[in-house]
Each structure stands twice: as structure tokens, then as C-alpha cells.
């Protein structure tokens, strides 16, 4: 590979830097999101992961350019896709990107498609807008994307409506119409919410699969620790609209550097604590318009100081290839690895 080439795949397919957005509301101004930094890489999947309320979907739709505005704003940061920023263009140029090279799976498939309107009708459009394609060969390609996500009997269920389909069912044609421009970037919203077990099982190994066989940037949003432990590569955890710990996904696992990760995955349960007392975080996630100084987390933090209380902690260097935002991820760091130790 030469020099220019390994460069470019070393840049980032997709960065966020330092986005600042805030929805006008009766309550106040609700800051959704306060200075989130992350980045994705071709052929990589990036999980964010995060209570309901903590800014994953605003993000992405901000990515999209799709967030409702008013009420929402952005006051800060930019979105770079290929090193261009996407909140300077123009939206006839975000028009060209969104669905060709940036595409997203919504978590209710339902609502998403279009209830009077065949699947084959819907996946077919996308070729004969973005593509120019005839109505015979656009079909013919929605058949193969239905085939390709492993609808059975595709060419007969083509002229199926949405609510024909179970609900994984509805979920493949969501990805199949995320993948039929053979986008650089998908964004997957909570992709297996209402699904059962076995089919969420099946539709994130469908994911993967076609993430490898693409070569596709993935960021899923999901709030499920075990929906992406063998998917992902990188995580970023949320709270309260920042990014507060941000590690590959073994590292994190293994001993996470913040106390708000570790009481995500202390509360997943465990086949070796059976007849144990499941553990929660207690209290509940602030307001977004009353945001406590200092640590967001600190008034559920069972180990939170005064410097919590007053100090907002920055995001540190934990090693080479991992952040947390806690001013004692030593601490907690050195927690985690007595605590695996002793299993």
C-alpha cells in the first residue's frame, strides 16, 4: 500500500467534533448535547451507548440532517464525512449524500415504511430516483435486495405491503433499504427495539455480515450492552449529552474506566450470580435543562468527591486508545481489574 493510500485509511470516514445542540422547550433551553467527539472508520462499527435521553439519536440525526429545527439548534461543532463539513453545505448537496453515501435504519420499521405502499414499490423507488433506473430493472433489484437481507421467497413477497411482514421481517427491509445505494456510512437506531432474542440475534449478525462484505462504516445506537459485544470494535458511552468514556470494545468490557460504565454493565445480568440481588444505577438521569455543575453523573455516583460536585472533568487519556471523562478513572480503573481478577 502506498504511503498516500495507508493516510487515507487511517483518516476517519466520518468525524464529530465538539457538537453543541439545544431544543427551545416550555421547561427552558434543554442542551441535548454538549461538545460529543467521536469518529468512524471505513469497514468498522462504532456502538454509542447510553440511557434513553442521553443524545445518541440526536446525534445521528444531526449527522443526517434530519433534526427537527426549530425546535432543536446546533450552536457548535462540525460533522466531517470524507474531511467535508456537513453542516456548512448546502442542503441540496446534503441531499445527494444523504441515502447515496450516508444512510440509516430507523428502530420502528413500522412507522418508517410507508403503510400503503408495497416493500417492492419503496425498495425499488430509491433506484429509480437515485439511480435513473427503468421500473422493470429497479424491481429487479429490489427482488435481490430482499433476497440478499434472506426475506424468503422474495420475488413472490415483492408486492407485500409493511404490515405483511413480521416485525424482524420489516427490520431486514429496513436494512435492505439502507443498503441499496451501497452507502459509505450507516447509522443503525436502535435496529433490534421490540424484537425478540433470537431475532435480534439474527438481525445484528445480518448486520455484521453485510458491514464486512461492504466494507461499511457502522455506528449503532443501541442501549443494550449485549446487543453489541460482538460487533462492535469501539464503544462510546453517553450521559447527559457527553461522551464520557470511549474505548475499544474489550478494553471496556474488561474494565471499564468510568463508574456510570461500570454500572451499566453491573447491572447486565450475570449466569454466575444466580439468585443474586440484580444491581441498577440508582436515581435518574438529569434534566437537559438542569444539567448539575460539575460531573453530570456525580449525584448517582457512589463514589463522587467534592471536585465532582464543582469541577466538570475533561476527557483524560486512559492509555493510547481510550478516554473517560471521571477526574478518578484510576480508581475506577484499578476497581474493574481487582474485581475481574477475582472471578
Known amino acids: 500500500m502506498s504511503q498516500e493510500s495507508q493516510q487515507e485509511s487511517q483518516q476517519p470516514l466520518l468525524e464529530v467534533r465538539d457538537l453543541r445542540i439545544e431544543f427551545h422547550t416550555r421547561d427552558g433551553i434543554a442542551r441535548a448535547i454538549n461538545g460529543v467527539s467521536y469518529a468512524v472508520h471505513s469497514g468498522r462499527t462504532l456502538a454509542v451507548l447510553g440511557e434513553s435521553g442521553s443524545g445518541k439519536s440526536v446525534t445521528a440525526q444531526a449527522i443526517m440532517g434530519i433534526l427537527d429545527i426549530p425546535p432543536g439548534r446546533i450552536t457548535g461543532g462540525q460533522i466531517l464525512f470524507r474531511g467535508r463539513d456537513l453542516l456548512t453545505m448546502r442542503e441540496e448537496e446534503r441531499r445527494k449524500i444523504r441515502g447515496d453515501q450516508i444512510a440509516m435504519i430507523f428502530q420502528d420499521a413500522l412507522s418508517s415504511l410507508n403503510p400503503v405502499l408495497s416493500v417492492g414499490f419503496q425498495l425499488a423507488e430509491m433506484f429509480r430516483v437515485h439511480r435513473g433506473m427503468s421500473r422493470a430493472d429497479a424491481r429487479t433489484k429490489a427482488v435481490e435486495l430482499m433476497d440478499k437481507v434472506r426475506i424468503p421467497a422474495a420475488r413472490e413477497?415483492?408486492?407485500?405491503?409493511?404490515?405483511?411482514?413480521?416485525?424482524?421481517?420489516?427490520?431486514?427491509?429496513?436494512?435492505?433499504?439502507?443498503?441499496?445505494?451501497?452507502?459509505?456510512?450507516?447509522?443503525?437506531?436502535?435496529?433490534?427495539?421490540?424484537?425478540?432474542?433470537?431475532?435480534?440475534?439474527?438481525?445484528?449478525?445480518?448486520?455484521?455480515?453485510?458491514?464486512?462484505?461492504?466494507?461499511?462504516?457502522l455506528i449503532l445506537i443501541t442501549h443494550d450492552l449485549g446487543v453489541v459485544a460482538d460487533v462492535a470494535d469501539r464503544i462510546a458511552v453517553m450521559y447527559a449529552g457527553r461522551i464520557i468514556e470511549n474505548a475499544p470494545v474489550h478494553e471496556l468490557y474488561r474494565s471499564p474506566a468510568h463508574p456510570y460504565t461500570k454500572g451499566l454493565l453491573d447491572s447486565v445480568p450475570r449466569l454466575d450470580h444466580k439468585g443474586g440481588e440484580l444491581y441498577a444505577i440508582k436515581?435518574?438521569?438529569?434534566?437537559?435543562?438542569?444539567?448539575?455543575?460539575?460531573?453530570?453523573?456525580?449525584?448517582?455516583?457512589?463514589?463522587?468527591?467534592?471536585?465532582?460536585?464543582?469541577?466538570?472533568?475533561?476527557?483524560?487519556?486512559?492509555?493510547r486508545t481510550r478516554t473517560s471523562a471521571c477526574h478518578f478513572w484510576k480508581e475506577t480503573l484499578d476497581a474493574a481489574s481487582a474485581a475481574d481478577l477475582a472471578r
Open 283 to 319: 436515581g435518574l438521569p438529569p434534566s437537559l435543562t438542569a444539567i448539575p455543575p460539575g460531573c453530570p453523573f456525580h449525584p448517582r455516583c457512589p463514589q463522587a468527591q467534592d471536585i465532582c460536585r464543582t469541577d466538570r472533568p475533561p476527557l483524560y487519556p486512559v492509555g
Open 157 to 217: 413477497r415483492v408486492n407485500d405491503y409493511p404490515h405483511q411482514f413480521s416485525g424482524g421481517m420489516r427490520q431486514r427491509i429496513m436494512i435492505a433499504m439502507a443498503l441499496a445505494l451501497e452507502p459509505d456510512l450507516i447509522i443503525a437506531d436502535e435496529p433490534t427495539t421490540a424484537l425478540d432474542v433470537t431475532v435480534q440475534a439474527q438481525v445484528m449478525d445480518l448486520l455484521a455480515e453485510l458491514q464486512r462484505e461492504y466494507r461499511m462504516g
